[in-house]
């Protein structure tokens, strides 16, 4: 007398809490997608072998298995972009990020957050830049950035996100 609807039922639950557990967005970035719809797939290809549908199992694990290793070699959409956390901190730098924006630009650089700090006390203001481009901002370009801006005191970057 087992109702499997409700075995079945009861998988789904689980797994959309596995599934919810597992998507984070974090600096404007959302990772995770790809596992917890792993997860999914694995769950729906166990019910389906678990209820006797074992051709269909296997048949959609090859399908799967096949799609991750032709997918494994094209980055498509968001995952072509890198993500860097750029920081600066400039001194009277009134016009810094008009300067900072248009450099953005030549690098073919979009921002996707920002926000800045100002400090009255030394006269700084902290930029704070979440930006993505098809190549991670290179040491040498942030090098060469900052040595044409004495104004600028403090700059740092986390690149490689992705």
């Known amino acids: 007398g087992a109702d499997p609807a409700r075995i079945a039922a009861q998988v789904v639950s689980g797994l ?9 967005r974090r600096e404007g970035l959302v990772r995770g997608l790809s596992t917890a719809a ?21 048949c959609a694990t090859l399908l ?19 993500a860097c956390v750029l920081e600066f901190t400039v001194k ?8 900072l924006l248009q450099q953005l630009k030549e690098w073919d650089a979009t921002v996707v957050e920002s926000s800045y700090d100002r400090d009255d006390n030394e006269g700084t203001t902290t930029y704070n830049l979440l930006v993505r481009r098809k190549a991670p ?18 700059s740092k970057d986390a690149n490689a996100h992705r």
């Open 16 to 24: 959309s809490f596995l599934g919810a557990g597992i998507i984070f």
């Open 92 to 99: 009277n730098g009134q016009h810094f990020f008009e300067t």
């Open 64 to 82: 799967i298995l096949t799609i991750q290793l032709v997918m494994n070699h094209f980055t498509l959409g968001a995952d072509s972009y890198s």
């Open 38 to 58: 792993g997860i999914w797939l694995t769950g729906a290809i166990g019910l389906a072998v678990g209820s006797g549908l074992v051709g269909i199992g296997v």
């Open 137 to 154: 901002i290179s040491y040498e370009e942030m090098r060469e950035f900052v040595e044409k801006h004495p104004e600028v005191i403090r």
